[in-house]
């Protein structure tokens, strides 16, 4: 009998993952039916019934939240009723805390009949560790993508299961056999809008203050879709730049297998700045170092072995409220899971041009710093498994399901 699975996933990350975990999925279970919300990639897999909500649902941070409130207020009822309506034999949460946990406890509380795992466990334990007993009352399963989750949560009577991180399939299956560029430097503001707005205009005055010490660098902008590209032109166009101009080449995904086609966009004199849509594992493997907002990049750019500087940047009122919570040292993943400062980290107001490129220019000049950063994500990386955590997620789920 065909059993029916609800989705529910807020970000681009999460979209990814999704998709992956749904086509593991169909490979044990033909018959099984995919809705819910995620975003384009999980829609082209699971069809019609599926709502991409992405674009709307990835905010970042406290202040955005509450100004979008009375929108994730209506969008939570209407999950709730679609979830009630349909009455799917499980639902799959994937990351996205803020909007998931709070689904999670509704649905036990409501429609206590339905299985509810959740996959890529929320970082309570950075946070608010006493929460995780909380989450041991109305979740089933937790998968988990770092190996030290496990033991957290299986404390705390929650059943969980250690899978892997999901990127490691995704990564290999990107890597191609390019030489470093030693003039090119990758930037990463970011993959919502206002993080791009915030990190964006601090990635171009660093860029400026590395190209007065070193004038053949050159600086690829990854975007993670064509409306960002198009905020970060305009940024470009706003920002002091010594009237310089600069190249944007914008591509997008052919298809859902990753596979790349340029669009060709207009092409200006100087080319120092180069704005590139789904090319961020191309350019992290060809650029000599980077500066990468915080967040899933950072993972992706030790995989790639890329020497790079952290930077992190919110509205004020998110971060004065996230400091009052947050309990671990670091805030890169990399340091995290190294338990050390393998990654410098310019946090706030210390994420200043003149600062990051001086970090950035250590990277680049100095191979010994190099090699020792690109020694430590091996280690890293290394702890995160080999691979399958989509198939080994989606029989977790398949036996809880019976």
Known sequence: MSKTI?????????????????????????????????????????????????????VLGLWEVIRNYGYFREKFRETLSEIEKSKPDAVVLIDYPGFNLRLAR???LRIGAHKIVYYISPQVWAWNRGRIKKM?????????????????????????????????ERLRACKVDIERDPNLVALFPGSRSREVRKIFPVLIEAAHKLRRRKPNLRFEVAAASDELAQEMDEILDRSASGGQ????????????????????????????FE????EAATIMQRACAGIVASGS???????????????????????????????????????????????????????????????????????????????????IIAKLGEGGASDRAANAIINELG
């Open 6 to 58: 609800y989705f529910v996933a807020g970000e681009a990350s999460g979209d990814n993952h999704g998709a992956e975990l749904m086509r593991s999925l169909r490979q044990l279970a033909v018959d099984l039916h995919f809705i819910g919300r995620g975003g384009p990639r999980m829609k082209a897999t699971a069809g019609r019934q599926f709502h991409d909500w992405i674009g709307n649902a990835a």
């Open 297 to 379: 990049a950072t993972l992706e750019a030790a995989y790639f072995r890329l020497p790079f500087v952290l930077i992190y940047k919110v509205a004020w009122p998110t971060y004065l409220a996230a400091r009052l919570v947050v309990s671990v040292k670091y805030l890169g993943m990399p340091n995290v899971l190294a338990d050390k400062e393998v990654v410098p980290e310019f946090i706030q107001h210390r994420a200043k041009g003149r600062a990051i490129a001086n970090a950035v220019l250590r990277l680049i000049d100095e191979p010994f710093t190099r090699e020792q950063m690109i020694s430590e994500f091996d280690a």
């Open 136 to 168: 041991a009352r109305f979740l089933d399963l937790m998968l988990c993508i770092f190996p030290f989750e496990a033991d957290l949560y299986n404390q705390s009577g929650l059943r969980t299961v250690f899978v892997g991180h999901p990127m490691i």
């Open 245 to 272: 101009d600069r190249q944007r080449s914008r591509r997008k995904p052919s298809d859902v297998d990753g596979k790349r086609e340029a669009l060709t966009s207009g092409k200006r004199e100087n080319q120092s």
């Open 106 to 108: 509704a649905l036990r």
């Open 275 to 278: 704005i590139r849509t789904g």
